[in-house]
């Protein structure tokens, strides 16, 4: 189950770029908490406190007992965003959503596999995760940090669903019990490699084959060759030359 975990935090009066690049260079991150019965309200935490927080979670969801500084009670929250700078990739900003103890939640927890599945062992075949992760309902006190599923009796064709996955105590599922989790597929057939002789005809194109005259298409014949058409019955003489005058 997730893990409850004590932070400090002071109420925040300045907001904007500015204020946070101040708070920043003391190192102090900005927050946030909403939600809950309460109105939202600005924070700041020391960095280093964030970054020991992470760095011991577990899960992606981390319970959080927030020590407000002023207030008698803490209150309790879920780590609900953490902003990192893009370029150094520290903390920036964090988001917490104040929760009950006594009233159920809803969140994504990380679903993984563990074994080897016979289809893999066995038979070379792939194993296949659709899912990530999972959208439980549940007590803060019963939130998993992750859900795990045994995969290695999957062969080739066999398939995990969502309804197949036993769930801990006290969560309910919130997703399409129909879904694919996990499955064994077979592998894929490598192609045979190209000789360089079939790249080289590839790239040479199809052979072109000079199509034959049509029949009774034939070349004109030479003059006075053989097979020369004789000229047609009646028809006049070629005119010769002039007579010349005595």
Do not use: W
């Not at 939202?40 to 970054?51: F, K, M, T, Y």
């Not at 803060?140 to 105590?169: C, E, F, M, T, Y």
């Not at 129909?178 to 199809?206: I, K, W």
């Amino acid at each position: 189950m997730a893990k409850q975990v004590k932070l400090k935090a002071e109420p925040r009066d300045a907001t904007g770029r500015s204020a946070a690049r101040k708070l920043k260079a003391r190192g102090i991150v900005p927050a946030v908490i909403y939600g809950g019965k309460q109105k939202s309200q600005a924070l700041q935490v020391l960095e280093r406190d964030i970054n020991t927080m992470l760095s011991h979670a577990s899960g992606e969801n981390i319970l959080v007992e927030l020590e407000i500084a002023g207030e008698k009670t803490g209150r309790t929250a879920l780590l609900q965003e953490v902003q990192h700078s893009p370029v150094r990739g520290d903390v920036v900003h964090v988001d917490f959503h104040a929760i009950s103890m006594d009233e159920k939640i809803e969140a994504n927890v990380p679903l993984e596999a563990f074994g080897i599945a016979t289809g893999v062992k066995n038979f070379g075949g792939l194993l296949e995760q659709n899912l990530r992760a999972l959208a439980i309902e549940c007590l803060p006190r019963d939130l998993p940090d992750k859900i795990s599923v045994d995969v290695s009796a999957l062969n080739i064709g066999d398939a995990i669903h969502v309804r197949d996955i036993k769930l801990p105590q006290g969560v309910a599922m919130k997703v399409n019990p129909d879904l694919t989790a996990f499955s064994v597929v077979a592998p894929v057939a490598e192609e045979a490699p190209v000789t360089p002789e079939a790249e080289a005809a590839a790239a040479a194109g199809p052979e072109v084959i000079t199509a034959k005259k049509e029949e009774g298409e034939a070349a004109a014949p030479a003059a006075g060759g053989k097979g020369a058409a004789p000229a047609a019955k009646g028809a006049a003489p070629a005119p010769a030359g002039k007579e010349q005058k005595k």
